[in-house]
């Protein structure tokens, strides 16, 4: 599935293109042609997702089988949960719902301003069509924020670091100076050398980020397609995490390096980088220029951040939502497509362009259901960096809304942050989370706090009327593939490996 993914290419511009870097998803990103929009999207998914729909049924199988013959979980949802303790889906259902009012809030306010752009014929229902947010995936729509900010006060970081002539070693170097800059470990010798940075040509890789410990001396390796944006920018803060929590719980005996739970992995860098984008820290990296401290110009950085992370909590819930369904036999394989675009609709408002049908896999045309990477632990980092951020913010004395906030250079706040790093997973998430906040549950009270000057907006800019929306007619998919049934082999290989990765969103 994995090599299908990394291969795919769609015919456009008379170039067989590949998702990125430079590729398909660039389109997406830059695009706003509806049409040709919707070719891409839809061509993506042909040359992905639909190729995998068969194996991804097989898999399923195979390994569920092979997690019932260890007799500790019932199916595969289960062991993936198992690194959350009990109760946990009953948690996540409830940290969405309370972000849920400011969500629909939201989402009114991006359609009602994209229908003025595209026409109110392709917001039926009030759902937004999922190939215009500016993400192949729609799971972040920062890319298309000029539809979007009100106010002319914008900041463009992505052109100031092109005009600056910023390069790929420029961008890890500052990365790594605001880690040193708090008190926390620089990046390593081997880092430095070993590590992939960039698209190597005529070679097909994965190009999807990902942080490596290679589980020997001061090995830790980043593999990267980076380009020159503001997006990369901050993936590289999230991988250089995952580094740094490596390096810190490396004196930690074998089996507790680790995060407390894979959602405080994926956190760590994202935590600094909620520091790194505010505008007043840009301007410190003189990637921003004569910022204005207004009202506008913040309500407008509110709204970038939303159109990245508010957005994201409903998409990431989704991806594992239905994995777990699967896995549970509560979806079957006959209504994959169906079943997806009912909770794509439920939970984000979304709906697919074109039409569907059960020969297609939408959900095999992301990298972690194709590689087989549970996602919910995004969910829980997306939810636990502002808990991170504000306590950090809080042991620096910061006065203030938590959106200004930047820790850059308080080394209080790194001291408390490798306090908990260091601790692995030899203590149980509860109390490593409790060792940073104070508290032991996963809160969406501090994400709340951060973007609470943007609900007030909101509510004040938005006619109540247009907030929800309908999934009546999110399409009944049909079934036209009979699914040739073939005996399985019950053979698997269990391979141990000592390497650790982690993976970006
Ligand atoms: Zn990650």
């Known amino acids: 599935m994995l090599k299908i993914y990394s291969t795919a290419c769609f015919q456009v511009d008379n170039e067989c293109k590949k998702l990125q870097p430079h590729g398909l998803q660039s389109i997406i990103a830059q695009s706003r042609d509806y049409e040709k929009l919707k070719t891409v999207w839809e061509g993506w998914r042909n040359v992905s997702g639909k190729r995998m729909r068969q194996d991804f049924a097989k898999w399923v199988k195979l390994s569920n089988e092979a997690i019932k013959d260890g007799k500790q979980y019932k199916n595969l949802g289960e062991s993936w949960r198992s690194a959350y303790g009990p109760g946990f889906v009953k948690k996540i259902e409830k940290l969405f719902h309370k972000i849920e009012e400011l969500y629909r809030l939201f989402h009114a306010y991006v359609r009602n301003t994209l229908i003025k752009k595209y026409g109110a014929k392709y917001f039926k229902d009030n759902l937004i069509p999922a190939h215009i947010l500016g993400n192949m995936w729609a799971q972040d729509w920062a890319n298309i924020n000029e539809l979007l900010l009100p106010y002319k006060e914008r900041l463009d970081v992505t052109g100031e670091m092109v005009k600056q002539g910023y390069n790929i070693s420029k961008m890890f170097h500052q990365a790594e100076h605001f880690f040193t800059s708090i008190g926390l470990k620089n990046m390593t010798e081997k880092f430095w050398n070993q590590s992939v940075f960039e698209k190597i040509s005529k070679r097909d890789m994965v190009c999807h980020a990902s942080a490596w410990d290679l589980m020997a001396t001061n090995d830790f390796r980043i593999k990267m397609c980076t380009e020159i944006t503001m997006e990369d920018f901050v993936t590289i803060h999230h991988e250089m995490g995952h580094i740094q929590y490596y390096q810190q719980y490396e004196k930690q005996p074998v089996y507790f390096r680790n995060g407390a739970n894979p959602g405080f992995h994926e956190a760590v860098g994202d935590t600094l980088a909620l520091s790194v984008s505010t505008p007043q820290h840009l301007e410190k990296l003189s990637l921003v220029k004569n910022y204005t401290n207004s009202y506008e110009a913040e309500i407008n950085y509110l709204m970038l951040m939303a159109l990245d992370k508010l957005v994201f909590v409903p998409f990431a ?4 939502k239905f994995r777990w369904n699967v896995f549970s036999g509560e979806i079957s394989e006959d209504e994959y497509t169906a079943k997806w675009w009912e909770y794509k609709c439920k939970y984000q408002g979304i709906r697919a362009p074109v039409k569907r ?8 045309a992301k990298m972690h259901i ?3 990477v549970p996602y919910i632990r995004y969910f829980v980092s997306y939810i636990i960096q502002f808990q ?7 042991k620096i004395g910061f006065k203030g809304p ?12 790194g001291k408390a942050f490798a306090d908990m790093l260091q601790l692995g997973s030899s203590v149980s998430w509860e109390d490593a989370l409790e060792k940073i906040t104070g508290k032991k549950k996963m809160d969406a009270s501090a994400m709340l706090d951060y973007f609470e000057p943007l609900k007030k907006w909101l509510k004040n800019h938005t006619d109540e009327s247009t907030i929800g929306w309908s999934c009546k007619n999110v399409i009944k998919t049909s079934s036209s593939s009979t699914s040739k049934k073939e005996p399985f082999k019950t053979f698997i290989l269990l391979s141990v490996f000592y390497v650790s990765i982690w993976i970006n969103f």
Not at 402 to 413: P, R, S, T
């Open 357 to 364: 049908t059960e020969d297609d896999f939408d959900p095999g």
């Open 388 to 394: 991170f951020h504000k306590a950090l913010c809080d």
């Open 402 to 413: 938590l959106h200004k906030c930047d820790i850059y250079e308080k080394e209080e706040a």
């Open 317 to 320: 819930y989704v991806m594992d």
């Open 370 to 372: 194709a590689g087989a």
